[in-house]
């Protein structure tokens, strides 16, 4: 997983991937929304 500013927070199976199957498991949550989680309307650009 790469930030915005192009930092790598971490790899599957590699440095970092604890956070990165945090990340996964909680996308796993909006199946609904295609995995993917949106801010509320009043704070999108």
């Known amino acids: ?3 915005a ?3 790598l927070v ?3 199976g590699g440095a970092g991937d604890k956070a990165v199957q945090f990340s996964a498991d909680c ?4 199946e609904d ?3 993917l989680f949106f801010l ?4 999108r650009k």
């Open 40 to 43: 509320t309307e009043e704070f």
């Open 5 to 7: 500013a192009g930092k």
């Open 27 to 30: 996308h796993n949550g909006a």
């Open 10 to 12: 971490g790899a599957t």
């Open 33 to 35: 929304q295609d995995y």
């Open 1 to 3: 997983m790469i930030t």
